[in-house]
């Protein structure tokens, strides 16, 4: 699945069952008026999974071990808040960028700024710092979001800050994030793409020298 980081729909976590190393979710999706099938790729607060049974009205996905270490869908539990997207089509207008549901890491939120102003700071793990830039796209629970301040160079620990719109608050799960929280993040393809061919060439040194940690990877659910 593709999508556009343009949520449809929050949804809310209905059950929450581990089945030996496999976590299954149930999900309610409410008033959203796409209904998946089976098969189906679903992009969960970021992350694409694919739908693994219907129960009634409510969704069922598997997230497998590598999901659940990478992700913030291990933490989940019946209550939660969660952004739904389908997936694109090749008529489906692109309104936001590029998302391919694949979660390069967590960020943890550091400051939430409300009023008319609203703005959330972000501090990106597992050397992602390098694959946001200033007026890029970023990825953020799902939602497509323009990066709209940055850290200097070098700054330690780096951050980022997107700006949130009502619509934004009113549409998805945003309004409830809290500094302490940790949130899917996926930054934006092209720029990784562009980071990937750098460092073969030998002009960027590796992101792996850079943090220690490893270069983003494609994590999401089976068949997602």
């Not at 992700?71 to 936001?96: F, I, K, M, Q």
């Not at 793409?193 to 943090?211: F, I, K, Q, T």
């Amino acid at each position: 699945g593709m999508f556009t980081g343009l949520v449809q729909a929050v949804g809310v976590v209905s059950g929450a069952e581990d089945r030996g190393g496999i976590r299954r979710l149930t999900i309610d999706p409410g008033a959203w008026a796409h209904r998946p099938g089976p098969g189906d790729s679903v992009c969960i607060s970021g992350c694409c999974l694919t739908v693994a049974g219907i129960e009634g009205e409510r969704l069922a996905f598997d997230a497998i071990p590598e999901t659940l270490s990478r992700t913030t869908l291990g933490g989940l539990e019946a209550g939660d808040r969660v952004n739904l997207e389908h997936s694109v089509t090749p008529t489906t207008l692109l309104d936001g960028h590029i998302v391919q549901g694949h979660v390069d890491g967590l960020g943890r939120v550091v400051h939430v700024q409300t009023g008319d102003d609203w703005r959330v700071r972000v501090e990106p793990g597992d050397g992602l710092a390098r694959y946001v830039v200033p007026k890029g796209s970023v990825c953020v629970a799902g939602v497509s979001l323009t990066v709209a301040g940055l850290s200097e160079a070098g700054a330690s620990p780096a951050w980022f800050e997107v700006a949130l719109i009502p619509e934004t608050l009113e549409r998805t799960t945003l309004r409830d994030l809290r500094a302490g929280e940790m949130v899917n993040l996926e930054c934006d393809a092209m720029v990784k793409a562009m980071a990937h061919l750098l460092e073969r060439a030998g002009v960027l040194a590796s992101a792996s020298s850079d943090s220690g940690a490893p270069a983003p990877g494609a994590t999401h659910g089976i068949g997602g």
